[in-house]
């Protein structure tokens, strides 16, 4: 069970530019937010996300209201792992429950609308690391399911379908209420 402290670590990672390749990625620990912006319509930021132990990483990217994102996971060997372009311009993407080891993943922010010319704005890239998660790969299974505010329902039955469906989410405070999954 982590401390609630660890899944909501505060504080922002600035993107470091040149950041276009691998070799050059921003590190970025597993639960951080990263800002960064969009030097050019064709800029491509990779940011290395780095977990403490294994456990389940999701992201979410906004922030640019002309940007078209894609939203890449890939390996430690840079295979691509997860690619996710669900919305148009102005829209967020995101990527929920990703398997992380301690050898982390790449995460690749890159744009699709040419026409992007706010190099002064920034993005925000939202990342939740769930270790808990890493000991029950089943619940990765619910990937699907939206991620709902955090709110405690009163019943515990109630409850442990809450704890189920929002476990990934990055304040997910019913994650450190085991005791709630009792029947
Ligand atoms: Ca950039
Ligand atoms: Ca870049």
């Known amino acids: 069970m982590l401390p609630l402290a660890a899944l909501c670590a505060c504080g922002v990672v600035k993107e470091k530019e040149p950041n276009d390749d691998y070799s050059r990625a921003t590190p970025l620990p597993a ?40 939203l890449s996971i890939r390996g430690p060997d840079r295979t691509e792992l997860k690619r996710v372009d669900e919305t148009g311009i102005g829209g967020d993407e995101q990527a929920l429950d990703i398997g992380i080891s301690t050898a982390g993943l790449y995460v690749v922010v890159s744009n699709k609308n040419a026409k992007a010319n706010n190099p002064a704005q920034p993005y925000d890239l939202r990342t939740s690391f769930d270790s808990s998660a890493g000991r029950e790969r089943e619940s990765v299974s619910r990937a699907s399911y939206p991620a709902r505010s955090c709110s405690m329902a009163g019943a515990s039955g109630r409850a442990f379908i809450a704890w189920s469906t929002v476990r990934h989410a990055s304040h997910t405070i019913a994650a450190s209420r085991p005791s709630l999954v009792r029947k």
């Not at 290395?48 to 209201?65: C, Q």
């Open 31 to 70: 639960g951080r937010t990263a800002q960064g912006t969009l030097g050019s319509p064709s800029d491509v930021d990779w940011y290395l996300v780095r977990a403490p132990r294994e456990g389940v990483l999701s992201a979410r990217l906004s922030g640019i209201r002309e940007a078209d994102w894609v």
